[in-house]
Nanobody, 118 residues
Framework: VQLQASGGGLVQAGGSLRLSCAASGRTFTIYSVGWFRQAPGKERDFVATISWSGKNPNYADSVKGRFTISRDNAKDTLYLQMNSLKSEDTAVYYC????????????WGQGTLVTVSS
């Protein structure tokens, strides 16, 4: 499975961005997908996850009510709609996929940079 993230950029605080993550290869092996982020000088943190069928979204407390994770089954693409962005959302965002309901993620995209200016 290969993951290609895109959609990052520079946005003002309060603005919106939509990240995309295109999956290819043996996508039928994917159980769930998610977004993670890594701010400068910090560890990579969980942002949101959803099943490959598009069910059971789950969010980090820091983004609940502002971010929405979704899937397009026809395009094998994962999205992260980010609204009401804050400067603390500045990070490199990674999409990831895993083959099982538990354990770590097996596949990672290359990351896309989101910069929120205050």
């Amino acid at each position: 499975v290969q993951l290609q993230a895109s959609g990052g950029g520079l946005v003002q605080a309060g603005g919106s961005l939509r990240l995309s993550c295109a999956a290819s290869g043996r996508t039928f092996t994917i159980y769930s997908v998610g977004w993670f982020r890594q701010a400068p000088g910090k560890e990579r943190d969980f942002v949101a996850t959803i099943s490959w069928s598009g069910k059971n979204p789950n969010y980090a407390d820091s983004v609940k009510g502002r971010f929405t994770i979704s899937r397009d089954n026809a395009k094998d693409t994962l999205y992260l709609q980010m609204n009401s962005l804050k400067s603390e959302d500045t990070a490199v965002y990674y999409c990831a996929a895993r083959k099982r309901s538990i354990g770590g993620y097996d596949y990672w995209g290359q990351g896309t940079l989101v910069t929120v200016s205050s």
